[in-house]
């Protein structure tokens, strides 16, 4: 398929089914309306959750082998249609062609990996008397509620696991970017049994409505801190399993001994790919001061080569901020630094233009407690902070109510790794950053977030631990 028609709707038991209104979707390079998406009403969403509760008991009867293979189909429709998703998705999230095909691409990777995963039996005693063991059951209706920066790729994460384990789910794609998830919902009718999977739309109330439905079993959520915390306390009314991805200000700590031409473009696409819009993007830079001029000349000298436009036009290289809302928080962290006089490397506040553009912007050394350093700013602007002794490095780092993730970047691998193993976040990189597998787990300390995501435990977590224990009948003497 080259091309999508222009109308969306949402899946609902397997049929399409139009919103009760409609809201507007905005392409960020211009802010121009480039489709309406279903604006779901309670009631749908009603119907959605009892189209995933009537369809559990068969799905989780389903031989997990057939789950296998259906969670791997899902791959094949994402590949087979990468060209009209990926165009799609540029559209209406701003990232690049290649970065969208990559995101695409990404969830069909995440599905067919996730698909070899197998759910442990544990024989805890195998005695004269009795038999005990462990297992590991579906949870029922799980509510996967999807981000507006890496919208297939995230929701990936969520369906694999999910649908594999033998739950049922309802996905809502953020406001900002739910086009192309309406599309592989429109796609999956025909591959998934109805119910299975249901895919709807809508404004801020859509997502609250969720976490507190009776009907879902499970949330798992991907987004901020703030957010997360919200959804936590709605879930709590009925004591809903979560998983809560959320937030990071993820610190790399640069060593002396690096080689500064081939390690700068590395650190420069660690804090500024997708625009910053990464969770586990590096957002605070400790670099050695014995490195830390020529690196910043480095990371300079190439920022300035880096081109910033519409994800649509050939050679763009970052796209704009997805969203006004996030391009009004960044701007207000660039603003706040410059109200208070740090140093700016290059870029700034940007220009009253059309598009949520915000110029690559680099810190020089702004003070530990600034707001740009402490928040996450999940936009193109990295501050560069100098240190001269590693454990005071260390504890910089650590010094955040985020714990995502981090990197440590040096020739020497083992020294890095000691410093690695002592930093608090759920994934620490040596040497490169961002790489995520769909076969290890990924979880976030502290506020960055609860439960676990991809690898054995991710799919662990949309299960119920059973033990069934079996009293053998006595040997008559």
């Known amino acids: 398929m080259t091309s999508f028609d222009d109308d969306f709707t949402m899946t609902i038991g397997g049929k399409a089914v139009a919103g009760a209104s409609a809201f507007d979707v905005l392409n960020p390079a211009n802010e121009t309306v480039i489709g309406r998406a279903p604006d779901a009403s309670r009631e749908q969403l009603d119907a959605a959750v009892a189209a995933a509760r009537a369809a559990f008991p068969a799905w989780r009867a389903t031989p997990f082998a057939t789950r296998q293979k259906l969670v791997t189909a899902i791959a094949g429709v994402l590949a087979a249609n990468a060209e009209p998703l990926k165009r799609l998705l540029t559209a209406e999230q701003g990232k690049t062609l290649d970065a969208a095909a990559a995101d695409v691409m990404g969830g069909a990777y995440w599905c067919q990996s996730t698909a070899t995963l197998e759910l442990p039996v544990t024989v805890n005693e195998d005695s004269e ?25 995230l929701a990936c994460f969520k369906l694999g696991p999910a649908l594999l384990a033998g739950n049922t789910v309802v996905l809502k794609p953020s406001p900002f970017t739910p086009l192309t998830t309406l599309k592989l919902g429109e ?108 690196l910043k000349a480095a990371l300079l000298d190439y920022a300035k080569t880096v081109k910033v436009g519409d994800g649509a036009e050939q050679g763009t290289q970052l796209g704009p901020i997805q969203n006004k809302l996030q391009f009004g928080r960044v701007v207000s962290l660039i603003q706040d630094a410059k109200d208070k006089g740090y140093k700016f490397l290059m870029g700034g506040v940007p220009d009253a233009e059309k598009g949520y553009f915000v110029p690559v912007t680099i810190l020089d050394n702004p003070p530990e407690d600034s ?74 300390h502290k506020q960055s977030g609860v439960g676990v995501e991809n690898g054995l435990e991710g799919l662990l977590e949309y299960t119920n631990t059973q033990t069934i224990t079996v009293k053998k009948a006595l040997a008559s003497a």
Request: proline letters at 6%; hydrophobic letters at 45%.
């Open 371 to 444: 707001r740009i350093v402490q928040e996450e700013q999940f936009g193109p602007v990295l501050p560069l902070l100098k240190f001269d002794n590693v454990d005071d490095a260390i504890a910089r780092a650590n010094a955040s109510e985020y714990g995502l993730g981090a990197s440590v970047w040096s020739a020497d691998t083992d020294a890095a790794l000691r410093i690695g193993e002592q930093l608090q976040a759920g994934t620490v990189w040596i040497n490169e950053t961002q790489h995520l597998s769909p076969l290890a787990g990924f979880a976030g």
């Open 129 to 153: 008397t009795r038999r005990s063991e462990t297992r590991h059951v579906p949870i029922g209706v799980v509510g996967a509620i999807a981000p507006w920066n890496f919208p297939i790729l």
């Open 187 to 294: 796609l999956l009718r025909d591959v998934l049994p109805p119910g299975v999977l249901n895919v709807i739309s809508g404004g801020d109330s859509l997502g609250p409505w969720m976490t507190s439905h009776p009907g879902i079993d499970k949330v798992s959520f991907t987004g901020s801190s703030q957010t997360g915390r919200k959804v936590m306390e709605s879930a709590a009314a009925s004591l809903k399993r979560v998983t809560l991805e959320l937030g990071g200000n993820d610190a790399a700590i640069v060593l002396p001994d690096i080689d500064v031409e081939k390690t700068a473009q590395q650190l420069f696409w660690a804090a500024f790919g997708n625009s910053g819009q990464i969770c586990i993007a590096t957002k605070r830079m400790y670099v050695h001061a014995d490195v830390y001029e020529p």
